[in-house]
């Protein structure tokens, strides 16, 4: 493997209720080197936000949990992980379409799906241990569609063999997926956080284009402008700049 750390400890399950669980079961029991990878042919209880289940197809796509232990973010930095972890899988797809004019279909929709067009394509769950004022352990549950045929499932999804025409090795999109990520968490230890806000801002779905979205029970059109430190949602509505958490605010696509 070409990577310093990521995948040099790795455990494969052909099943198993959600990766994110298994690597905390595993972390309450034995010691997990940083950058170690819990991945599965299939969940049974794959987990997403607002505590949505995610759905694959069995050995064709890429389900895994990155271990982390990035004691150097204090408590207020956590959206830095989230940063790292969606440009990693961004700097991942954009390599399998480099050269054709694909590759500016690639977004990340806030707070952390990525998006190829209106459909998506991967997501990330990360669920934090806080010791003191630090992140003591970070598990970055990522799913992305690789082989599968979307079309069979019940919301706007898309795969990276829809999008390119290929068949993909799921072992090795693993091990090439682990280096994007890496060298983008090796930035985030270097403290780029600048750098990382900047690229995030220049990928953002939808940015600074006329929106529509869900609040309470409200429908209304903003403009997205960016995120704030904290990673809240910054929208322009009627010419005033609001804040939003991911969960009080919904997309209407």
């Known amino acids: 493997m070409s990577t310093l750390f990521f995948g040099h400890f790795h455990i ?5 209720d959600s990766t994110n669980s298994h690597a905390m079961r595993l972390l309450e029991n034995e010691e997990i080197p940083e950058g170690g990878i819990v991945s599965a042919g299939v969940q049974t209880a794959g987990r997403g936000q607002r505590g949505s289940q995610w759905e694959s197809f069995p050995n064709e796509n890429l389900l895994f949990t990155l271990l982390l232990k990035p004691a150097f ?20 797809v954009t390599s399998r379409l480099k050269n054709t004019d694909k590759v500016a279909g690639v977004r990340i929709k806030w707070p952390n799906d990525i998006y190829y067009g209106d459909r998506k394509l991967a ?28 079309s069979e499932m019940p919301f706007p999804s898309v795969s990276l063999r829809e999008i390119t025409g290929k068949l993909y090795d799921v072992r090795t999109e693993l091990t090439e997926l682990a280096g ?17 806000r900047e690229k995030y801002h220049s990928l953002l779905y939808r940015k600074d284009e006329p929106q529509r979205f869900r609040s309470g029970t409200c429908d209304w059109t903003g403009i997205i402008r960016g995120i704030t430190d904290t990673g809240l949602l910054l929208v322009e509505r009627e010419g005033k700049l609001e804040t939003f958490a991911h969960k009080e605010l919904i997309f209407l696509i």
């Open 12 to 16: 494969h399950l052909d099943s198993t």
């Open 73 to 92: 973010l204090g408590i207020g930095e956590q959206m830095m992980l989230t940063l790292f972890a969606s440009l990693g899988i961004c700097s991942y």
């Open 123 to 150: 997501g990330i769950l990360i669920e934090n241990q806080i010791s003191g004022t630090s992140v003591r352990h970070s598990l970055t549950g990522i799913g992305l569609n690789l082989n599968s045929r979307m």
């Open 180 to 196: 994007h990520l890496e060298s983008y968490y090796l930035r985030l230890r270097s403290q780029h956080y600048g750098d990382l």
